[in-house]
């Protein structure tokens, strides 16, 4: 999918992911930095972007500093969330998807929220877009009730 092909709300969402995604940092191996942008259900966009670390058990994803920014201002109340990234070149040529750690941590606000969050992950360009679901990227999460 392409940009044009989203909805308004989501190409805001997505500007919104692009312009933090300025501020990542990784001065690391590949350099890819990401940004992001929740959308809160009252339609409040909160951006996050990657901050890399030479010890990278310690680096901190966009999307769950994003949430981390939504949840400090109280607003837990997540519909969708908006990735972009680049790396060394500037470019990337396939989508940003969420690691593992972050589609775990994306399911805490389904369980607190009750229903789906809607994620658009884009290369750099934003020519190449994929739009799906949490469910979708996480469809069996390791749940209190699987303790």
């Known amino acids: 999918m392409k940009f ?10 997505l500007n919104s ?3 933090a995604l300025a501020n990542a940092y990784n001065p690391y191996n590949s350099q890819t930095r990401i940004g992001a942008a ?3 259900k009252t339609g409040e966009i909160i951006p996050g972007s990657s901050i890399a670390n030479a010890s ?3 680096n901190l994803c966009a999307e769950r500093i994003a949430i981390a920014n939504a949840n400090t201002q109280g607003m837990r109340d997540i519909t969708a969330l908006a990735l972009i990234g680049t790396d060394s070149d500037g470019v990337v040529e396939n989508p940003v ?7 775990q941590f994306m399911e805490e606000y389904l369980t607190m929220n009750g229903g789906d969050i809607t ?7 934003k020519t190449n877009i994929i739009k799906t679901s949490l469910k979708a990227l996480l469809p069996l ?7």
């Open 141 to 147: 999460p390791y749940t209190a009730s699987t303790n």
């Open 97 to 103: 998807m969420p690691c593992g750690v972050c589609r």
């Open 17 to 19: 992911a692009e312009k």
């Open 119 to 125: 994620v658009i992950c884009s290369n750099s360009a």
């Open 56 to 58: 990278s058990t310690v």
């Open 4 to 13: 044009e092909e989203l909805y308004k709300e989501e190409q805001e969402l």
């Open 38 to 40: 929740v959308r809160i």
